[in-house]
């Protein structure tokens, strides 16, 4: 397999697929030469090209698509189109235009389109799901998620498409649950045009309702999501080294009576709960999911479908940011299709890597996804 792009994080995708016996490096791809010499220094044995078109050509049967975001659609594509299977970085693509594109292309080819969204292979997030999952908060009432540093800046992207991924695809992933509506508001104070402070507010079906804030331009380092429940109530903070997780017996008690005179709230405060968490690194983890998908044809956890529905949500959070942070709403045919039916749904005929994309129901056969299924309409905020 190859790698395309060796800037800030192709070089942790270089390493992790080095190190995995199950699949054999044989090349990477970059523009800029320093960073070929950096591969040729570390890695004499593989292959350093200057121009991707070279690796697709050598003896490849998969490739990892780590450039800028606006360069993902025509390097997955072209990597498709000459039959490779793609890891795309997130976000799949720069719209759902371009990535309901590419999801047409791997569907018709039978070729694996996986996502790298990295944290649903972190094992904290897993716990936070089955926490989430195991009914033990009670009823969700909301969900906060802070992801916020001093940088990294980027020159042609805002804040929400290079961080927004993270938490969207965790949030889809505890709450097995797609929003119906969003909106977003955005400042730029550093770069003109371009957002480095972001907050959204995702609304779900289930009543749930979710808040994101992202930030390139604030002191602290902080990556914490918070789901409040009505029985209790639970932290992930993905910078503890010890003390990912947190639960809380916390809540409020809340008296059964007509008499107001009578009403009175009670506080509980119970006890913390520290699960332990066997740590394995996640990108590792993700890695050996795409060879995995690649040789047996299994369908990946980060599946292009998850990436097309993240991508939807910050586009229609973008058309929000730029009307006055007005709710779009939001309507994802293929998003009910869970998971696990798609997993135990028929791959589709050809060479073993069917992805188990067909799901039986007709909505989301090969080759008919759904760009124009998609529905955004924005209305009115009250
Ligand atoms: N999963 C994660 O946690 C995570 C973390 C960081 C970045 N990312 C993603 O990784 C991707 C890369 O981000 P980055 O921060 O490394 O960017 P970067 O700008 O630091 O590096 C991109 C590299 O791609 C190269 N490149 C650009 N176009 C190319 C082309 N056509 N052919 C070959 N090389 C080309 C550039 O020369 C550069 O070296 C982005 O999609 C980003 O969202 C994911």
Avoid at 138 to 146: E, F, K, L, P, S
Avoid at 262 to 272: C, P, T, V
Avoid at 335 to 349: G, K, M, T, Y
């Amino acid at each position: 397999m190859g790698v395309i792009g060796c800037g800030y994080w192709g070089p942790q995708l270089i390493r992790n697929f080095h190190e995995i016996l199950e699949g054999e490096l044989i090349g990477v791809a970059d523009r800029r030469p320093d960073r070929l010499d950096y591969v040729r220094s570390r890695y004499p044995r593989i292959g350093a090209f200057a121009d991707h078109r070279d690796l697709l050509e050598a003896d490849v049967d998969a490739v990892v698509v780590a450039t800028p975001i606006h360069t993902h659609h025509a390097l997955a594509r072209e990597a498709l189109l000459a039959g490779k299977h793609v890891l795309v970085e997130k976000p799949l693509a720069a719209s759902v235009d371009e990535a309901a594109d590419l999801i047409q292309l791997a569907e018709a080819r039978c070729l694996t389109l996986m996502v790298g969204h990295t944290f649903l292979y972190n094992p904290a997030v897993r716990e936070l799901r089955r926490i989430v999952q195991s009914g033990e908060l009670g009823r969700v009432y909301y969900v906060d998620a802070a992801r916020l540093n001093l940088g990294l800046f980027q020159r042609k992207m805002n804040v929400m498409w290079d961080l927004a991924p993270h938490d969207i695809s965790i949030l889809l992933h505890i709450l097995d649950e797609a929003p119906i509506a969003v909106s977003a508001d955005g400042r730029c104070f550093v770069q003109p045009d371009i957002e480095d402070v972001a907050y959204l507010n995702l609304e779900f079906a289930s009543g749930i309702n979710a808040r994101i804030h992202l930030s390139w331009l604030d002191p602290a380092k902080v990556r914490r999501t918070t789901v409040v429940g009505d029985k209790r109530m639970v932290v992930y903070n993905d910078v503890s080294l010890g003390e990912k997780i947190r639960v809380f017996d916390k809540g409020i008690n809340i008296p059964v009576t007509d008499n107001f005179g009578e009403f009175q709230l009670s506080y509980r405060q119970g006890d913390i709960t520290i699960p332990n968490i066997d740590w394995q690194e996640p990108l590792r983890l993700e890695c050996e999911q795409f060879l995995r998908s690649v040789r047996t044809g299994e369908p990946p956890l980060t599946d292009s479908r998850q990436g097309l529905t993240v991508v939807a949500i910050i586009e229609a959070a973008s058309e929000s940011m730029r009307n006055g942070s007005g709710m779009v709403k939001l309507s994802l045919p293929w998003q009910d299709v869970s998971a696990a039916e798609r997993s135990s749904a028929p791959a589709i005929a050809g060479n073993g890597h069917g992805n188990g994309h067909t799901n039986g129901n007709g909505r989301s056969e090969a080759g008919q996804i759904p760009a124009g299924q998609i529905i955004t309409e924005t209305v009115a905020v009250t």
